[in-house]
């Protein structure tokens, strides 16, 4: 079982939809967890941290259940510049340090 | 601030050639790590550097070397470079091992 899983997608969405995505994660000693954006062909970069008692940011919304191990994004009022994929990323620690794991990523696309 | 950034921006090599791929970052982060990027697999750790001067292996280091003789710089090498190393190389750095990690544009590596 992979450590971190996600759907690829794609989703295609209608502009102004709601979406929401799932992330799985099967080490039960992860700490810290975030969500990265990366657009086609371009590097991966912060989206948002991921914190227990679930956070906002603007449309953007995350949330964790360790109980059952995922983490979601949920993004409200989607927009055509929202279209790319989005990484699941999970922090744990290891003997060596702090490992961080890479989901494969959701591909997102918003259409008119 | 640049940020971080890396040269080349795209390279083609033949089987057997060598190359070192720089990372520059002006942000003063004591980690940098080089990651290559395959479809499917997600992002990979292949080295990384906790403080200038220091290296350690990380998920996928075979075939690679690394070096970080400045805290700024971050160089990875192909000694010897296959077919299966043609990949999209993304080099990143942080504060600490468990905060956000910040990546340059990334350098497309094809072997022929």
């Known amino acids: 079982r992979k450590e971190v899983e996600q759907d690829p997608g794609p989703f295609n969405v209608p502009e102004g939809a709601t979406v929401a995505f799932n992330c799985t994660y099967s080490?039960?000693?992860?700490?810290?967890f975030f969500w990265y954006r990366q657009d086609c062909r371009k590097e991966p970069k912060l989206l948002m941290s991921?914190?227990?008692s679930g956070n906002e940011d603007g449309r953007f919304t995350a949330q964790l259940n360790r109980a059952s191990q995922y983490i979601s994004l949920l993004i409200r009022d989607s927009k055509l510049s929202d279209s790319a994929t989005y990484l699941c990323?999970?922090?744990?620690?290891?003997?060596?340090?702090?490992?961080?794991?890479f989901g494969t990523g959701t591909q997102l696309k918003v259409e008119l | 601030n640049a940020g971080v950034t890396q040269t080349p921006k795209f390279r083609v090599l033949k089987t057997g050639q060598s190359m070192t791929l720089l990372c520059a970052q002006d942000?003063?982060?004591?980690?940098m790590y080089w990651y290559r990027q395959d479809p499917g697999m997600g992002l990979r750790l292949i080295h990384y550097?906790?403080?200038?001067?220091?290296?350690a292996k990380g998920e996928v280091p075979d075939g690679y070397n690394v070096s970080r003789l400045k805290k700024q710089n971050f160089l990875l090498g192909l000694e010897s470079a296959a077919p299966s190393q043609t990949s999209v190389y993304f080099c990143?750095?942080?504060?600490?091992?468990?905060?956000?990690?910040?990546f340059g544009p990334g350098t497309r590596l094809t072997v022929l």
């Open positions: 990143a750095s942080s504060t600490s091992s468990y905060n956000e990690q910040f």
């Open positions: 080490n039960s000693a992860s700490q810290s």
């Open positions: 991921v914190y227990s």
């Open positions: 990323v999970v922090n744990r620690r290891t003997g060596g340090g702090n490992k961080l794991t």
């Open positions: 942000m003063n982060h004591e980690y």
């Open positions: 550097s906790v403080g200038e001067g220091t290296t």
